[in-house]
């Protein structure tokens, strides 16, 4: 007995060791995970706290001023700045205040988005961890459970990725974003920020869009129909589908009941209302603004939205309501310039080709500064705003006014040739890149010609070498980085496009004009601007405008370039010719003459001429309608400015490159003794290179006949002196002469005395 029972205190202890042993491990590793979980939530803070902690960088009272922009241009005459145009909100982008907005406006909003709202403190946990639960569970990467916070953050920033890290910064920020702004601060923001269809931004344009009223004057069922639109505008929109459009409003109405919102009565009358519609108009603004104040425009909206780091459509807003004051860089002379040669149409008269209006556009630089101080996109007179502008928005196929920019500046900047560089021009030419290969106009060739004579005629095969030898990478990054053309996509890394101008969309006047910039400011480019600062209501810097500025090339490759072009705009563009200015440029001209340009430059200003038809038609006229344009525009711009030489650096000296040595072909006729009948330079005198064939005629010569085939074929060899003379030989035509007559005499010797037998 006694054995059993130290048996069953031994057990005992045995089952109570291990139990806690058990314990022990259990304990062991719930602190483990407990403090494995702390570690994990610590850096999990720390992760979320510099990874989610950007927040919307504009203020709710930047929107809330509701006071219009103004744009501001310096008298030259005086130097002061004086107000240009005041950039007024209109019925498709306006603020409302929030004491004028009706109380069940807010809530059809709240009853059918975000039942929560008055709750939560910008995140609502429930329908947010449903979205997670749903995402992780069911699959679906679409999340949900956004709070009208939440929403108003999306549409401020334009942040619509559909992933977990964006969800996580939205939240981040909700949380934050209603530490620091009331409930009905956010609700205003959110009713005057929300799309609402038809280029309506914000409750108060949709009111005057949908049903030509005030804000304060909507009913209850107009409300709920304005309101349903914001989920999904193409679905809901009562023009798009009325029947949609009113089962969401009855939706809305039955949820702002359920709430308690509304009464009984309050839903059945709204739900049994009709509603009538009074559709709005869609021009924004009774004043029409110039192309440059648009263009200003435009850059400005473009800018806050990085500056900010929010969408276009909440930058347009606070462009329109936040009272800027926004200084111009056009000069009003020289716009006033090109409105008047611009607004008539007479001046293309002489171009055909098609019914529609052939329309042009330009845009004129100061080349040192970056200023625009003029332009225009279209021929005629502006009647809308917000129209297509040809200066700043539309990608034509630039032609060789490439070549400058794209082969021959990079060219010489990178030592592949000189000006005085040899190259071949001829139909045989084949490249070492590609077996692609240009032709030129009309199908001309010039023989062996210089780099400089090549720009000059706007030789296709020399930009197809050049870029050949710099190869199509570095001529393409020249281009994008060096020139600043923003428009290339991959597919222009190629030789079509950087030979020929080939583009797979094409340029922007302005592009253009910024890029010739770096050939007379010294081989610096610099970047178009159309605005310098921006300023708050209360004369704060908001973001200074400043001048972007390249070193393209050196100041001796833009010195030999400018040479070049000079020689070039005399010889394709004699028109542009001023007696009191030295000019240079290049024109452009694509297949099918769809599309002429010209790019020129004076020591004051430069400026780029796009002319052509919206949509593309072969272009019928004499000489280069671009460069008429530009001829009439910057010859009444220089008037009374003072003469002025372009710049010459203190060295000219480039390193010599050798290119294909040119040999010239003489074709001589000879006759038989050897002597010279005629000889004359083969092939209309162009130099050829060795190892080409040439046919080489015989030419017929009066009094002789050729000895030997007519036509041959000859294979040009390197020589000493440059030259192959191919003989042809010809025997005359002329008869022997006869041989006189023999003198039969007395037999005796010549000299001999005749004596006889007396002598």
């Known amino acids: 007995m006694r054995i059993a029972k130290d048996v069953a205190v031994t057990g005992a202890h045995t089952v109570s060791g291990i139990i806690s042993m058990i314990f022990k491990i259990i304990g ?77 406006v807010e809530h059809a909003v709240v009853a059918i988005e975000d039942k929560r709202f008055y709750e939560h403190q910008g995140v609502d946990w429930y329908r947010t961890s449903g979205a997670f639960v749903n995402m992780f569970i069911g699959m679906k990467n679409t999340f949900g459970g956004s709070t009208i916070t939440q929403q108003l953050i999306k549409n401020v920033t334009e942040n619509n990725d559909v992933t977990v890290q964006r969800k996580l910064l939205e939240i981040f920020q909700a949380l934050e974003f209603e530490k620091k702004y009331e409930k009905d601060q956010i609700m205003e923001w959110y009713l005057n920020e929300v799309y609402f269809g038809h280029g309506c931004y914000g409750i108060g344009a949709a009111a005057r869009y949908y049903f030509g009223k005030e804000v304060s004057e909507l009913t209850i069922a107009e409300a709920a129909c304005i309101i349903g639109i914001t989920n999904n505008p193409s679905l809901y929109s009562p023009f798009i589908s009325p029947d949609n459009n009113k089962e969401r409003q009855e939706s809305i109405l039955f949820e702002m009941y359920d709430q308690g919102y509304i009464t009984l009565s309050q839903y059945n009358t709204a739900k049994n209302t009709p509603l009538e519609f009074d559709e709005g108009d869609d021009d924004e603004n009774s004043d029409i603004y110039s192309w440059f104040e648009e263009a200003v425009r435009d850059d400005v909206i473009a800018d806050i939205a990085e500056v900010k780091n929010v969408s276009k459509e909440t930058a347009e807003l606070l462009l329109l309501t936040g009272g800027y ?218 973001y200074e405008n400043k001048t972007e500025q390249v070193v393209a090339i050196s100041e001796t490759t833009a010195y030999w370039m400018r040479v070049m072009l000079q020689y070039a705009s005399s010889y394709g563009a004699s028109v542009t010719n001023m007696a009191n200015m030295p000019t240079a440029g290049k024109t452009g001209t694509t297949s099918s003459n769809y599309d002429r340009w010209f790019v020129g430059f004076t020591p004051y200003y430069v400026a780029a001429v796009w002319t052509g038809y919206d949509n593309p038609t072969t272009l019928y006229c004499s000489g280069n309608p671009a460069a008429k344009m530009w001829s009439l525009v910057m010859k009444r711009v220089h008037e009374g400015l003072e003469y002025q030489k372009f710049f010459v650096p203190e060295s000219t000296w480039l390193r010599p490159v050798k290119g294909v040595v040119p040999i010239d072909v003489y074709v001589r006729g000879v006759d038989e003794d050897g002597n010279i009948l005629y000889e004359e330079h083969a092939n209309e005198g162009k130099s050829m290179v060795s190892e080409r064939e040439i046919d080489l005629v015989a030419r017929a010569v009066e009094g002789y006949t050729l000895i030997g085939d007519k036509k041959i074929t000859h294979t040009v060899v390197d020589s000493d002196d440059g030259k192959n003379i191919i003989e042809f030989v010809y025997k005359s035509n002329e008869p022997e002469p006869e041989p006189e007559p023999e003198d039969p005499g007395t037999g005796e010797e010549e000299g001999g005395s005749d004596l006889g037998i007396f002598g």
């Open 28 to 104: 062991t590793v719930l602190l483990v995970g407990i403090t494995s979980l702390l570690v994990f939530a610590c850096i999990f803070s720390i992760y979320c706290k510099t990874t989610f902690s950007t927040g919307v960088d504009v203020e709710y009272e930047e929107f809330a001023l509701n006071l219009s922009s103004v744009i501001y241009a310096k008298n030259q005459e005086t130097g002061e700045y004086e107000e240009l145009v005041t950039l007024a909100s209109s019925e498709y982008r306006m603020w409302v205040d929030y004491e004028t907005i009706p109380k069940y």
């Open 325 to 542: 004051k926004i200084y111009a860089t056009v000069d009003t002379r020289i716009q006033a310039i090109i409105d008047d040669v611009y607004g008539n149409p007479d001046n293309l008269s002489h171009v055909s080709g098609s019914s529609q209006q052939v329309q042009s556009a330009i845009v004129v630089m100061d080349p040192y500064t970056g200023d625009i101080v003029g332009m225009s996109g279209g021929v005629g007179e502006k009647t809308g705003n917000l129209v297509w502008n040809r200066a700043t928005d539309s990608l034509r196929q630039p032609g060789s006014s490439i070549k400058p920019i794209a082969s021959y500046a990079p060219a010489i900047e990178y030592g592949v040739a000189t000006p005085s560089t040899f190259y071949e021009d001829s139909e045989d030419v084949k490249l070492d890149g590609t077996r692609w290969m240009t032709r030129n106009h009309n199908w001309k060739y010039s023989g062996v010609i210089t780099v400089q004579d090549a720009l000059m005629r706007s030789v296709n095969t020399v930009a197809a070498q050049l870029v050949d030898d710099l190869g199509v990478a570095r001529s393409f990054e020249f281009l994008r980085t060096k020139a600043g053309i923003s428009t290339l996509t991959i597919e222009d890394m190629d030789y079509a496009p950087l030979a020929v101008g080939g583009m797979y969309y094409g340029v922007t006047v302005r592009d253009m004009t910024s890029a010739y910039s770096m050939f007379v400011n010294r081989g610096i480019r610099s970047t178009g601007r159309t605005y310098t600062a921006i300023y708050d209501n209360d004369d704060k810097l908001v």
